[in-house]
């Protein structure tokens, strides 16, 4: 169907059990499709094997601008993969990595492909991380020019990678808007990595940390 599809431009097969040969025949199709803007995976596959057939996808589909991969699990060979097919993909304009299990090997090629990649806008990394991840993602702020929106609820984000964070935007002239949720009990921490993040000027902190949960 997506192969000779001529409208359909949002796909959603999250929540779904899926086996290695049908989200293969997803991103194989996807490969000549000319008209699927939206696709979200999420929560769906039940095999780490996709890499084989969403990087070839990545490299060759001029459409799609949005990617949902929250809680597909996949693991660092394969995310590794995927990632490089971001260096030169300048179509996809919002990437959800939400609950990835990103790790220090894992965040090592998302702070590569960000320093390389030209197009994506959005960036969802929520539910992930530890705070010398947060460091090296800082890093890539330093030379990404495309990235308008960062999302980084449910982060462990300490002192330092919060410093990381807004050095990094004094150089950056493009991202807008960093999404966080501190989970300090320390008041005093909390309010000092507030107000040293507000500092850089460039960036609007939209703070979820009153938020019951």
């Known amino acids: 169907m997506l192969k000779v599809n001529q409208k359909l431009i949002v796909l959603k097969v999250g929540h779904n059990k899926m086996t290695s040969r049908g989200t293969k025949t997803i991103f194989e199709a996807m490969k000549t499709n000319k008209v699927l803007k939206r696709l979200s995976i999420k929560e769906c596959l039940t095999s780490t094997n996709i890499s084989s057939s969403i990087k070839p996808m990545l490299e060759t589909n001029r459409t799609l601008e949005n990617l949902n991969m929250k809680k ?26 939400c609950g990835e299990d990103v790790d220090d090997r894992k965040v090592k090629k998302i702070a590569e492909a960000l320093k390389c990649n030209k197009g994506l806008v959005k960036l969802n990394l929520s539910y992930n991380g530890t705070e010398k991840e947060m460091e090296q993602i800082a890093e890539a702020f330093k030379v990404n020019s495309t990235l308008e929106k960062l999302c980084l609820i449910f982060n462990k984000i300490d002192q330092k990678g919060a410093e990381k964070l807004a050095a990094a935007l004094d150089i950056n002239n493009t991202l807008k808007e960093v999404y966080m949720l501190y989970r300090f009990p320390d008041i005093t921490l909390r309010q000092k990595l507030k107000r040293r993040i507000y500092r850089s000027v460039r960036l609007i902190v939209k703070d979820f940390s009153d938020v019951e949960y």
């Open 72 to 97: 597909v699990h996949i693991c660092h060979e394969e995310m590794s993969n995927v990632l490089i097919a971001l260096n030169t993909n300048t179509i996809l304009k919002k990437l959800s990595l």
